[in-house]
């Protein structure tokens, strides 16, 4: 199995101060055929199902924000929010789709400082 | 527009089953790969299984595999989750959701209980 590993477990941030969250995935999950990270990130709030943010490493789904980033560089990946908004708190997880299982990493409490 | 909806959840022993189902409805159902993907109180998310669009592809986790069986009607857009010989570690929220670049839609999710 890819294991996906997240960190920090939990992140402290300011209102409107930048918000970054790594992850980095066990082995490639680059797809050569057609140069795509299987990679996505999900925002979960409290009593709610996950929310899809980030697909392809870097895509946003349609209606999200574009202070949501995502990046990628080999097996490392990052999701930064650039200007924290009161309703970014919320755990965030990343997932791999590239082999199954489609493993998740284990999740970023995001919080205000 | 996309709503999916899952239903089935409850308490039930060690040992017991469930069957969990999930109503599909506002988009192509016959289209899309469908996943179950569950929830333990306060932990991470954990990918159960997966199915193909027309049922000819199924994969489960390692944790699952030989207990829990997935299933689909396209006719009902239905999808269901037969779980047998639970444990107390299966204790969770399930999670219906459709596959396409990530998981684009999820439902709210049922509650299942194993304990004596």
């Known amino acids: 199995d890819i294991v996906m590993t997240q960190s920090p477990d939990s992140l402290a941030v300011s209102l409107g101060e930048r918000a970054t969250i790594n992850c980095k995935s066990s082995q490639s999950v680059l797809y050569s055929s057609n140069n795509k990270n299987y990679l996505a990130w999900y925002q979960q709030k409290p009593g709610q199902p996950p929310k899809l943010l980030i697909y392809?490493?870097?895509t946003r789904e349609s209606g999200v924000p574009d202070r949501f980033r995502g990046s990628a560089s080999g097996t490392d990946f990052t999701l930064t929010i650039s200007s924290l908004q009161a309703e970014d708190v919320a755990v965030y997880f990343c997932?791999?789709?590239?082999?199954?299982?489609?493993?998740f990493g284990q999740g970023t409490r995001l919080e205000f400082k | 527009q996309v709503q999916l909806v899952e239903s089935g959840g409850g308490l039930v022993k060690p040992g017991g089953s469930l069957r969990l189902s999930c109503a599909a409805s506002?988009?192509?159902?016959?289209?899309?790969?469908m996943t179950w993907i569950r929830q333990a109180p306060g932990k991470g998310l954990e990918w159960v299984s997966h199915i193909s669009s027309k049922g000819t592809t199924i994969f489960y986790a390692d944790s699952v595999k030989g207990r829990f069986t997935i299933s689909r009607d396209n006719a009902k857009n239905l999808v269901s989750l037969q779980m047998n010989s639970l444990k107390a570690e299966d204790t969770a929220v399930y999670y219906c959701?459709?596959?396409?670049?990530?998981?684009?839609?999820w439902g709210q999710g049922t509650l299942v209980t194993v304990s004596s």
């Open positions: 997932q791999q789709y590239y082999g199954i299982p489609h493993t």
């Open positions: 959701a459709r596959e396409a670049l990530g998981y684009d839609f």
């Open positions: 506002g988009f192509n159902f016959n289209d899309y790969y």
């Open positions: 392809w490493a870097s």
